[in-house]
């Protein structure tokens, strides 16, 4: 999601951190949406791009050498 879609991914941080604004204020301990125990924007990495030939944009050069997965 952080990759293909950002704006929801950062929807989802900023959700997070409101969320844990909120608990800290009632003396609640904070909840993460990632099983990694911290924050999602720390927990998830920045995406690597594809890689070569499982493009799929047009002219990506999917599986166009009949090799594919071999």
Same mark, same amino acid.
């Given at each position: 999601? #952080? #990759?293909d879609r950002p704006s929801l991914f950062h929807s989802?941080? $900023?959700?997070?951190? /409101?969320? @844990?604004?909120? #608990? !800290?204020?009632?003396?609640? $301990? %904070?909840?993460?949406?990632? +099983?990694? @125990? +911290?924050? /999602?924007?720390?927990?998830?990495p920045e995406a690597q791009q594809t890689l070569p030939? =499982? $493009? /799929?944009? %047009? *002219? *990506?050069? =999917?599986? $166009? @050498? !009949? !090799?594919?997965?071999?």
């Open positions: 999601m #952080r #990759r989802a941080c $900023d959700l997070e951190t /409101l969320l @844990n604004a909120r #608990r !800290s204020t009632l003396g609640r $301990d %904070p909840v993460w949406l990632s +099983r990694y @125990n +911290r924050p /999602l924007a720390e927990a998830i030939g =499982l $493009d /799929l944009e %047009p *002219g *990506g050069g =999917l599986c $166009d @050498n !009949s !090799s594919c997965f071999t």
